[in-house]
């Protein structure tokens, strides 16, 4: 069906559901996985969908990159990944890094793209992430965590999540993201600053959600409604959180998902 050779499925992946649901492959942010960054809805979306996921170098199972990572790579991948299981034509979720590579794999792969749910996402590195990412990378690179964590921290949780914490559950929040960082997390960093789709977004066919965190401290709204105003026909909606909703609203960001798929089923 697809115009282009896919590669054979090597990254680690996630599969879950009944195989009855219309097929959904999801694409993780940066310096995360596929669990890190989709793990409280999980369930919830294999309820409704034959779930995918493919965690990118340097994540989960699948092993570090020695070399720098593209974009196209992790967009074929995750479509072989869901062609292997099954899915001849599937919606897709990408959240931040994984904004890119879902809008990437649709533009490659449009025949087997049926939706495209776009989170707390880019379309290019305006002047903030052109600050911001570099010097992600070099504390990843520098091997101190508990910096990069309170780093991540400062600039993931929205304000609201972030005031309402007491001085232990800070604590607590800084020690989780200081654990769950993933190894490779330099070379995400490094290709977000690197990813550009925006010659890619006016030639998107599937349709459209752009999810906008309006407290996000990482990502400019800005570039959310950029996303929206230039794939055709896409419908932007906004959830009050910093970068991190399936942390802050879990459930109310699994919803905007399922409905918006619910009425662009296969």
């Known amino acids: 069906m697809s115009a282009r050779t896919?590669?054979?499925?090597?990254?680690?992946r996630t599969v879950l559901g009944s195989g009855s649901g219309s097929g959904l492959a999801l694409a993780h942010?940066?310096?995360?996985?596929?669990?890190?960054?989709y793990g409280p809805i999980l369930e919830g979306l294999a309820a409704r969908h034959t779930v995918v996921g493919v965690d990118y170098p340097g994540s989960g199972d699948t092993p570090r990159s020695t070399t720098p990572l593209s974009l196209d790579d992790l967009a074929d991948q995750l479509v072989a990944a869901a062609v292997t299981e099954g899915l001849d034509?599937?919606?897709l979720s990408g959240y931040s890094l994984g904004g890119p590579v879902a809008i990437r794999a649709a533009a490659r792969h449009p025949e087997r793209v049926t939706a495209l749910v776009l989170t707390a996402t880019f379309p290019y590195r305006d002047n903030h992430l052109a600050l911001a990412l570099p010097l992600w990378r070099k504390l990843a690179e520098s091997g101190d965590r508990e910096v990069l964590a309170e780093y991540l921290t400062m600039m993931a949780v929205g304000a609201d999540a972030l005031e309402a914490m007491s001085a232990e559950q800070l604590q607590q929040a800084i020690g989780f993201t200081a654990a769950s960082v993933a190894d490779g997390t330099p070379e995400h960093?490094?290709?977000?600053?690197?990813?550009?789709?925006?010659?890619d977004l006016p030639h998107i066919k599937a349709p459209t959600l752009v999810i906008s965190t309006t407290q996000d401290r990482f990502i400019s709204t800005r570039l959310h409604h950029q996303l929206a105003d230039t794939i055709p026909g896409a419908q932007?909606?906004?959830i009050h959180t910093g970068h991190l909703p399936m942390v802050?609203?879990?459930?109310?960001?699994?919803?905007?998902?399922?409905?918006?798929?619910?009425q662009h089923s296969a």
């Open 6 to 12: 896919l590669p054979e499925a090597t990254f680690a």
């Open 29 to 37: 942010g940066a310096g995360s996985s596929v669990g890190g960054t």
């Open 89 to 91: 034509t599937f919606a």
């Open 189 to 199: 960093a490094e290709l977000a600053h690197r990813a550009d789709v925006r010659d």
């Open 236 to 238: 932007l909606v906004e």
């Open 248 to 262: 802050e609203r879990p459930e109310e960001w699994q919803k905007l998902i399922t409905t918006f798929l619910a």
